[in-house]
């Protein structure tokens, strides 16, 4: 009897310790000087002293939290998956540092993708050089729509203040790329664009002329365009809809929606353009 209560006892140890071994430990919270802003952010870190390469994540329009969570589903998901490919993961909140609330659909914007959004990556970057688990060589940008947007500013040559040495890599997911088309932009790094043919939200077109217009005087620079998918396709089990009503945490027009495809050509893509 000893022997099997014994026994039993090992089992739900065993039992327990994979659960724990396959769940993810939550983000803790940092603070980074930008500016006149103390920026809080997220910090999803894999197990030991690192060093660990780093992905610096920009939240969309609607912020990086909810009510009751301190990153929404579709960062924390990401961030998991880069964690358990041993990345560090940085989340940097622009919004609610600033006492804001989602800008999806504010007409007056009190924040900006080309300025402050900016200094927040640039504030972040600098934060990391200083961290001794962290690789210096090894940072990575990764956005989403307005996130995403912002990075496209900040991988320009022209961005005077940045830190060397520089972004490894940079992935933007549906950026709103009709600005800087029209700039003739550029990019310091590798820059990955990832959007739906169906996006409504932004602009494929502008996005795919914005690349192309790059070609011969950027660094690498490379766009997928997934033929059936929408805004937010990489976000989990969310019905394709039309968005519909005031929520300033979703964008005024278009149709938003998972496609699970996408999604995962999307998921080997990123793990590969990171691993660069």
């Not at 065993?14 to 500016?35: C, D, F, M, R, T």
């Not at 300025?115 to 504030?123: G, H, K, S």
């Not at 991988?155 to 890599?169: A, I, M, Y």
Request: with cysteine; charged share 20%.
């Amino acid at each position: 009897m000893r022997s099997l209560a014994l026994s039993a006892v090992l089992l739900l140890c065993a039992a327990l310790s994979a659960a724990n071994a396959g769940s993810s430990a939550p983000p803790g919270e940092v603070e980074i000087p930008s500016g006149s802003v103390i920026l809080h952010a997220q910090l999803y870190k894999p197990p030991g002293a690192g060093p660990f390469p780093i992905v610096i994540a920009l939240h969309g329009c609607g912020g990086l939290s909810g009510h009751s969570e301190s990153v929404l589903p579709r960062y924390r998901d990401w961030a998991e998956e880069l964690v358990k490919d041993g990345k560090a993961v940085l989340l940097p909140d622009s919004y609610g540092s600033r006492g804001l609330g989602p800008q999806c659909r504010v007409k007056e914007r009190h924040i900006t993708g080309r300025r402050d959004r900016v200094a927040d990556i640039i504030a972040a970057r600098k934060w990391l050089a200083q961290q001794a688990w962290a690789m210096p060589d090894r940072v990575s940008l990764l956005g989403w729509g307005s996130g995403a947007s912002a990075m496209l500013w900040a991988v320009r040559p022209q961005l005077p203040d940045h830190v060397e040495p520089d972004f490894r890599s940079a992935i933007a997911f549906y950026p709103d790329c009709r600005a800087s088309s029209g700039l003739g932009w550029s990019a310091r790094v590798p820059t990955l664009i990832l959007i739906g043919g169906k996006d409504d939200v932004y602009s494929p077109p502008a996005c795919r002329q914005m690349i192309e217009g790059a070609r011969g005087r950027s660094a690498l620079t490379r766009i997928v365009i997934y033929p059936g998918a929408y805004h937010d396709f990489d976000r989990v089990n969310l019905p394709v809809h039309a968005l519909a009503g005031t929520d300033a945490g979703t964008p005024e027009r278009g149709h938003v929606g998972s496609d699970p495809e996408a999604r995962a050509n999307a998921q080997k893509l990123v793990a590969e353009w990171l691993a660069r």
